[in-house]
């Protein structure tokens, strides 16, 4: 019952995932809808983002999962066991160190490099699906160009709320054409899309779609000319464990009290290392 | 290395090189040959029983149709196609997508003798670190028939050349190809 | 110290499957046999919602899940992903079934007679009494009693009194095999139904009894019985027999209306199929399927068993189940960039 070649996917399968990974990357921004499999962990559990990792994979690879920032945490845990049992390649959590990177919901701190590909797990890649609920009009809204309906939402928000009430997976426009979802992460990772000079691919499991942003390419969140994109900020606040600023924090509460570390643990425990060595 | 390699093996690191040569466009991979064809190696690559084909290339076809299930169709039908040359008549025929759907398009794989030599140009777009001079195995009017069909993005085709030295580069439909 | 908690841990991962799977051992013992036989109508649900036709693994995966039946499908799909598909079955026909049970509830009499077979309907649901036992029979064995038998509602298409659901497509569509864009093709959908989530399939097609679209159904045939899986040899050319599978259709006749292809008076009619005994999922995939072909034939304007894309995106119990589990993986990262929105727009508006 386990006996299943390289990488857990049929052959076939891997073909098919391949196919569209060639279209998304050929068409930065676009959605290609594939016939996504089923794998043994929960769809919205980091089964698009699998898939690819699974297809594009090799045994000289050296793979690095994270969620949340995190190499350690539950879900990163039993995806990285799960890939490295059915290819035993090498695994680390030191991102300049790892030819892929499966994340979900952040972009690593430490700046990626070109021959990196980074893979996100994506919830829901239709950009479109909050204003537009219909495959055929969202369709044919991108074909169209035609964006007014989040337009429209951003205006309503910036008159009522002083700013988009979309606090992740805010909408991007690629290589100056389609908008597209860059999945759950926050505002704060925005800007380190754009030009990147690693591979970006992103897959939905279980809305079947996937999407790619080649490097080096225009990553630019949707805004007003005369607004500013204002990402997370976290004003006075270290983090407690390496002394790290202006980043991406995790809050920690403990009764009244409020803490903050790195949201990115690779970055932090770098940092502890630099510390003890000064 | 390549010698023991299994069919499944060949494919993935084909694959591998392949999605790295479409995304940084101008940079050249290796491909591993299959049956000593590095075309054969792509087709064993690329085609499955969903995706189908045209060819104009010498080689076992047949055993390409039985090991991968793929049918073979006319140009204008195709979604990929490989070809001994860059042929500017299935070039004009070949399919682009349309706006709802733009990846209903054809990919071409054409064969060269070598990547160093031919049409010198300057590369940019997506995958392209500012601009980069190369030179591209294909005559100007093929690459300018190529520029027409990949004028109104998202409709393009996108196009790989395998060089008999067994490199790979690729051209997108989003590469801004400029001559010299 | 707080900052640990934040990392869940293999360790605590090891643990917690281990804690699980212990606290189902019991159930272990539970033979293959008495699960495929005493629990039929759970392996049926598994292999239908599972999209896979064993009754090895169905056995297995209600043994490792300790009886959740979305949970157990889910492994058999799993399982599916890994398995080459060799090529298409020959197509089946409903008449070819060898029926343990069929009924009609439009027709007092009908060709083949109405076989009421094993059935729970009539049952007072009491815990009184005790099962009498029988040595002998089971439902995955029994003996079909009749075999050729027309569907009920073939009368009425020879009187064209009714809608024929026409078969527009050279080659079926394969939904795990390709993506389906709309409009969708009917066997797209027909196959999504088909592995979609008992519930989920009740709950659409509940829909459009009361209030949300305007069907009432009557039941044409419906029937329970085996079929011969059969498949032409790649290299030989020959037909050979892979197995027997025991299945449920569904005909449903609904309202009438102007016919749109010739401007006729026919009635709406829907199929349902499913692997295994499952009568309530066949008919909901029968009035789904007449809703979203006959959607003209609604007074309502409320349809939501009558869209397709309702439909071939939210029945899949896979789907759902994993999504909606997914929430309780962390969401620090999500959670902390809406509070600092929250905290902005309070700025601006609290003001």
């Given at each position: 019952m386990s006996d299943h070649g390289f990488a857990f996917l049929d052959g076939d399968a891997k073909k098919e995932i391949r196919r569209a990974l060639l279209k998304a990357v050929a068409l930065p921004g676009y959605i290609v809808p594939f016939a996504s499999r089923e794998m043994p962990v929960a769809r919205g559990w980091g089964t698009g983002g699998l898939q690819i990792t699974l297809s594009i994979i090799l045994e000289q690879d050296v793979l690095k999962v994270i969620d949340q920032g995190c190499d350690g945490s539950v879900n990163a845990i039993n995806i990285r066991n799960f890939i490295t049992s059915v290819t035993k390649v090498m695994t680390t959590s030191k991102t300049s160190r790892a030819s892929i990177i499966q994340t979900r919901h952040r972009i690593p701190e430490h700046e990626l490099r070109e021959n990196q590909v980074l893979v996100f797990q994506v919830p829901y890649p239709e950009v479109l699906t909050t204003v537009e609920p219909d495959t055929a009009q969202q369709?044919?809204?991108?074909?169209?160009?035609?964006?007014?309906?989040?337009?429209?939402?951003?205006?309503?928000?910036?008159?009522?709320?002083?700013?988009?009430?979309?606090?992740?997976?805010?909408?991007?426009?690629?290589?100056?054409?389609?908008?597209?979802?860059?999945?759950?992460?926050?505002?704060?990772?925005?800007?380190?899309?754009?030009?990147?000079?690693?591979?970006?691919?992103?897959?939905?499991?279980?809305?079947?779609?996937?999407?790619?942003?080649?490097?080096?390419?225009?990553?630019?969140?949707?805004?007003?000319?005369?607004?500013?994109?204002?990402?997370?900020?976290?004003p006075g606040v270290c983090c407690e464990r390496c002394g790290a600023r202006d980043v991406f924090f995790d809050e920690v509460r403990l009764g009244s009290d409020r803490r903050y570390f790195c949201s990115d643990t690779e970055f932090c425990d770098k940092n502890m290392e630099k510390n003890d060595a000064a | 290395m390549i010698a023991d390699m299994d069919l499944e093996q060949l494919n993935r690191n084909n694959f591998r090189n392949c999605l790295e040569a479409l995304a940084r466009p101008g940079n050249v991979y290796q491909v591993y040959p299959y049956n000593h064809s590095v075309i054969m190696a792509m087709a064993s690559m690329l085609l499955y029983p969903e995706v189908t084909f045209y060819q104009q290339t010498e080689g076992d076809w047949n055993m390409i149709k039985a090991i991968t299930g793929t049918t073979?169709?006319?140009?204008?039908e195709a979604d990929y196609l490989f070809l001994d040359v860059p042929d500017k008549n299935i070039l004009q025929d070949v399919k682009s997508g349309n706006q709802q759907n733009p990846e209903f398009s054809a990919t071409l794989i054409c064969g060269c003798q070598n990547l160093k030599s031919g049409t010198s140009v300057i590369l940019s777009g997506p995958g392209v670190n500012g601009r980069r001079q190369t030179t591209l195995p294909a005559p100007v009017d093929f690459l300018e028939l190529l520029a027409e069909k990949n004028r109104h993005f998202p409709l393009g085709v996108d196009l790989y050349f395998l060089s008999r030295e067994h490199g790979i580069c690729a051209l997108p439909r989003t590469t801004q190809v400029d001559f010299l | 110290m707080s900052y640990v908690a934040i990392k869940g841990g293999s360790d605590a991962i090891q643990s917690s499957i281990r804690f699980f799977q212990n606290s189902l051992r019991q159930g272990q013992v539970i033979g293959d046999e008495e699960l495929q036989k005493g629990l039929i109508f759970s392996c049926d649900r598994i292999m239908g919602e599972g999209a896979l036709y064993s009754e090895t693994l169905a056995a297995e995966a209600l043994r490792r899940t300790g009886g959740d039946l979305l949970e157990a499908a889910f492994y058999l799909r799993a399982h599916r992903s890994t398995c080459k598909r060799i090529g298409e079955a020959t197509q089946l026909s409903g008449s070819s079934m060898r029926i343990l049970r069929r009924i009609s509830s439009a027709f007092k009499d009908i060709e083949g007679g109405q076989i009421l077979g094993p059935s729970c309907d009539y049952v007072i649901r009491l815990f009184r009494g005790l099962v009498e036992e029988d040595e002998g029979t089971s439902l995955s064995s029994g003996d079909p009693v009749g075999a050729g038998v027309p569907s009920a509602v073939d009368s009425l298409r020879q009187r064209d009194q009714i809608v024929l659901l026409e078969n527009k497509e050279e080659q079926p569509f394969d939904v795990s095999r390709s993506f389906p864009l709309p409009p969708y093709p009917r066997s797209a959908l027909m196959q999504v139904m088909s592995r979609g989530e008992t519930g989920a399939m009740l709950a659409f097609a509940y829909t459009s009894m009361r209030g949300y679209g305007d069907v009432h159904p009557t039941i044409g045939d419906l029937r329970i019985g085996y079929m011969s899986v059969e498949f032409i040899h790649p290299f030989t050319g020959n037909k050979v027999k892979v197995g027997d599978i025991r299945v449920t259709t569904c005909e449903?006749?609904?309202?009438?209306?102007?016919?749109?292809?010739?401007?006729?008076?026919?009635?709406?009619?829907?199929?349902?199929?499913?692997?295994?005994?499952?009568?309530?999922?066949?008919?909901?995939?029968?009035?789904?399927?007449?809703?979203?072909?006959?959607?003209?034939?609604?007074v309502g304007g409320m349809d939501i068993a009558a869209n397709p894309e309702i439909i071939i995106h939210h029945v899949d119990g896979i789907e759902s189940m994993g999504f909606t589990n997914h929430f309780k993986l962390p969401h620090y990262v999500t959670f902390q960039a809406d509070l600092q929105v929250l905290l902005k727009a309070k700025e601006q508006s609290d003001e």
């Open positions: 369709k044919q809204m991108h074909a169209d160009g035609d964006y007014s309906k989040l337009w429209v939402l951003l205006y309503e928000d910036t008159s009522q709320y002083g700013d988009s009430r979309i606090s992740n997976r805010y909408p991007v426009q690629v290589n100056n054409h389609f908008v597209m979802d860059p999945s759950p992460i926050p505002k704060y990772d925005i800007p380190r899309m754009d030009n990147c000079p690693a591979l970006q691919l992103f897959g939905a499991g279980r809305e079947k779609r996937m999407y790619a942003i080649p490097p080096y390419t225009t990553v630019k969140p949707l805004k007003f000319d005369d607004r500013e994109f204002k990402i997370e900020v976290f | 073979e169709r006319e140009a204008h | 449903a006749i609904g309202s009438f209306n102007r016919d749109p292809r010739d401007g006729k008076l026919r009635l709406a009619t829907g199929f349902g199929f499913c692997l295994g005994f499952n009568e309530t999922k066949a008919i909901s995939m029968s009035i789904l399927d007449m809703a979203m072909h006959h959607s003209g034939y609604s």
